[in-house]
């Protein structure tokens, strides 16, 4: 392949030798990815030279946007004093160490004691789901192996976090799934904490080995809890001595307004669940943090029930650690959750406005910089807009200078957390472009 490739060379090339995650193949090779070639601030440029803000803030993950110099000299310094080594049993590094101590230390009003490191969401969440069944055989009740999770939670993809997902198109191709994994209805718009104890009581709380739920639902199509639902949720867990598994993959480090999405509520999870905005994805990476509870039943097992028999090989990479570090640093330094509180604020002002000229906009919604617009071909009956308009309104708004995500019949937005008001407003003025411009039934 040539160094300095046509885009329609490479475009061909994608088709045919590509296949995409969460994409049918077909589709992609009859409408084909855009290829993204550099990225600054909060915009980024594709082949063809047109450069678009990032609304979808690369994958909910790069907050600090995408020249931060602190990060990339992090991730140079790291490369060439260390460029990888193990963390499994034996070996350990000077990153690792001290980014195992910021995270404890951070969260240490939630009792934090250990991360376990990861490299990335889905693996945090398997690893979650391992130790609370672990957690509970090393205090010798086996028979505490069931999960609970909410309807339209997005667990990531591994076998375990499929099985918990609580979307079925995520787990209709890949059943039989995990045995003993329960959904619940998500609180939308109602509480359901009734329900919840319902189903313990019905599953019986000693066959339960966690309860895993996001604080602010993102893939799921951006549900924002009833204020108070995590924390009364945490409270029934508790009463039942069940354990909270946070998935914070997409919330932690600040994208919902808080530095932690559990925060939001006062929330103290058991297990929580972090990677993504980590290394404000320069780098792969994740972690699951555990409480003094946790940590304990671990301490007092005096028998190989209590090794941790799994793990990856970029578990706690260097240079990710290293990326951490400088990201962590950024995020203080900068008050990036506050400046996330108050452009998303700003941005649901926008939107809601917008709702008030294009009845194709039944519902504007989100937390911090999770934002989300539900498509309607018609408000009444609630009827999903069709697929053919999602296409066009975020054809429309690329067109206009944003980059957006749909999922399904929404469009869900989450900006870089270094997002300035100008930059805001130049999401809402593209995203209302799209829908002056696109003259398509919103059913179609
Ligand atoms: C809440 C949540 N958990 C887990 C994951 C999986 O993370 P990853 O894609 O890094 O494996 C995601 C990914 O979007 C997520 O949104």
């Known amino acids: 392949m040539p160094k300095k490739a046509t885009s329609n060379f490479l475009r061909e090339h994608n088709a045919r030798v590509v296949w995409h995650p969460m994409a049918h193949p077909n589709e992609m090779d009859a409408v084909p990815p855009r290829i993204i070639v550099s990225g600054d601030g909060c915009f980024v440029t594709d082949i063809d030279g047109r450069r678009v803000i990032d609304a979808v803030g690369g994958l909910w993950n790069v907050n600090l946007g995408y020249s931060n110099a602190a990060i990339k000299q992090a991730i140079a310094e790291q490369l060439a004093e260390l460029p990888y080594y193990s963390a499994f049993r034996g070996t350990t590094h000077p990153r690792l160490i001290e980014l195992g101590h910021r995270l404890v230390d951070i969260l240490k009003p939630e009792n934090a004691r250990r991360a376990f490191f990861t490299s990335g969401g889905s693996d945090s969440i ?24 909410l309807k339209r939670g997005y667990h990531g ?59 602010v639902q993102g893939a799921g199509g951006v549900i924002v809890f009833p204020e108070g639902f995590y924390a009364s949720l945490k409270a ?167 980059m957006i995500r749909t999922s399904s019949n929404i469009i869900i937005l989450s900006p870089p957390l270094v997002l300035s008001r100008q930059e805001a407003t130049q999401i809402v003025e593209a995203i209302g472009a799209a829908f002056e411009n696109t003259r398509m039934s919103p059913a179609q």
């Not at 130790?131 to 999770?149: E, H, N, P, S």
């Not at 409480?291 to 007092?300: D, G, L, P, T, W």
């Not at 919604?365 to 999770?370: A, E, V, W, Y």
Request: glycine share 12%; proline share 5%; with cysteine.
């Open 236 to 402: 029934l867990l508790d009463k039942y001595d069940i354990p909270l598994i946070a998935d914070e993959v997409v919330t932690a480090f600040g994208r919902a307004g808080a530095w932690f999405g559990s925060r939001l509520d006062g929330v103290k999870p058991d297990i929580m669940c972090i990677a993504k905005a980590i290394t404000s994805g320069y780098f792969p990476l994740g972690a699951c943090v555990v409480n003094e509870r946790i940590e304990s039943a671990f301490k007092a097992n005096k028998d190989a029930l209590g090794s941790i028999y799994h793990g990856y090989t970029y578990s706690g990479h260097p240079v990710g650690c290293a990326a951490a570090l400088a990201c962590l640093d950024e995020t203080f330094a900068r008050d990036f959750p506050g400046n996330a509180k108050a452009q998303g604020d700003y941005l649901l002002e926008g939107f809601r406005a917008l709702a008030g000229r294009h009845e194709a906009i039944g519902d504007v919604r989100g937390k911090g910089l999770m934002l989300g617009l539900e498509l309607v071909a018609d408000r009444t009956k609630k009827t999903p807009a069709g697929k053919g308009y999602m296409t066009a309104i975020a054809a429309g708004a690329y067109e206009a200078g944003a």
């Open 126 to 149: 398997e690893s979650a789901l391992r130790i609370a069944r672990q957690y509970w055989k090393v205090r010798g009740q086996a028979d505490r192996v069931k999960f609970l999770a």
């Open 157 to 215: 993809t591994h076998f375990g976090g499929a099985s918990v997902n609580g979307n079925a198109n995520f787990r209709r191709a890949y059943e039989p799934l995990l045995p003993g994994v329960f959904h619940l209805p998500t609180p939308f718009p109602y509480l359901c904490i009734a329900a919840i104890e319902d189903e313990i009581k019905f599953q019986g709380a000693d066959t339960v080995a966690a309860f895993i739920a996001e604080p």
